[in-house]
């Protein structure tokens, strides 16, 4: 995947927009939705994407209920626990919600009580840390192409030779084994490149940091890293801090990734990389799928989603855009998410990602 021309972009942009004007994606029904409510189940809450995941879906739904457009919003946090986050999934589904939106701790775990609330003619939607339950809509990226485009990436910058290391996210979710696979398929393709170290960073700028640095001691030169949600600036703490040249590392969508990104190119020498992530804006996508689904629109069971991926010369516009402590991300719009679902059923190029203009 290769972010395109900017000009070409933004007609591809116009273009679906301009041909999903008249569609009921857009929602010209949401008089319809108007006394129901969404809930979000969330399994974890550890580390600042999910924080921000959190925010974005706050945003979105004060506004829609502000503009009427749903009644009321609840959300349910669980402890990284699947057994807490399927009690909470059946509290909601006994208290009548209308639709539930679920970010999973398990890919298994919570079908059970997925189907119960789709007997009982509750709306869910899966998105981000997804689950196998037939009966959810999924609001999904292809995180084995996150990983096949890093190892793709790093394979071209090293010369198809060199030492990698994988920092992984938190173990067990489909998130983290999908882009662990993506990893591993697209570095079989080369080799003379070596993956020497896989860590579990449980997506954690600190414990990256603590894992990496546990292990650097018993590798040799290492050339390049790759890493899930927000490790690069970890990674890049503990190489520095044992006195080792800094490797290729990919970046996340972090504040403190692009910064040091901006640092690192800024000195003697630069520094080449990109970020590649999913952004946390993606609760307000699932939100707008659900509330799409009750207002009787027309949605494919999985919503494919474009990952924003971000090269050297959009750099600075994000960071003009990024939380302080915070990820890269739009607060995507009913408008963009009805693109979106459009181009899903017409089998076309997603709408790219927008750069907001201010800080949401």
Known sequence: MKPGDT?????????????????????????????DGIALSNSYTGNGWRQQMLKMWDLTSKDAIRRGVIARTKVVNADNSAP?????????TLQGWQAIVIDAASPTALNG???????????????????????????????????LIQAAYIAKRLGGKGNVVEVRGLAGTSVDNDIHEGVVEGFAKYPNIKLLASVNANWTQSVAQKEIAGILPTLPKIDAVVTQAGAGYGAYQAFRAAGRPTPLIIMGDTEEELRLWKQLASEPGGYETISLS????????????A???????K????????????TSKDLDAWLKVVPPGGAATPLYSQDWTGTLIEANITRRAPPPSPIPTSIP
């Open 7 to 35: 000009a070409i972009a933004a007609a591809l942009l116009a273009a679906l927009a301009l041909a999903s004007a008249a569609s009921p994606a857009h929602a010209d029904e949401t008089a319809s939705t108007a006394r």
């Open 84 to 92: 807490q986050q399927a009690s909470q999934i059946g509290d909601l």
């Open 113 to 147: 009580v997925i189907q119960q609330a789709c007997s009982a003619h509750i709306v869910v939607v899966v998105f981000d840390s997804l689950t196998t339950a037939p009966c959810a809509y999924k609001v999904a990226y292809n995180y084995v192409d996150l990983g």
């Open 278 to 289: 999913s952004p946390p804006g993606v609760s307000s996508i699932a939100f707008w799928v």
């Open 291 to 297: 509330q799409q689904v009750l207002a009787g629109t």
């Open 299 to 310: 949605v494919p069971q999985t919503v494919n989603l474009p990952l924003l991926v971000i």
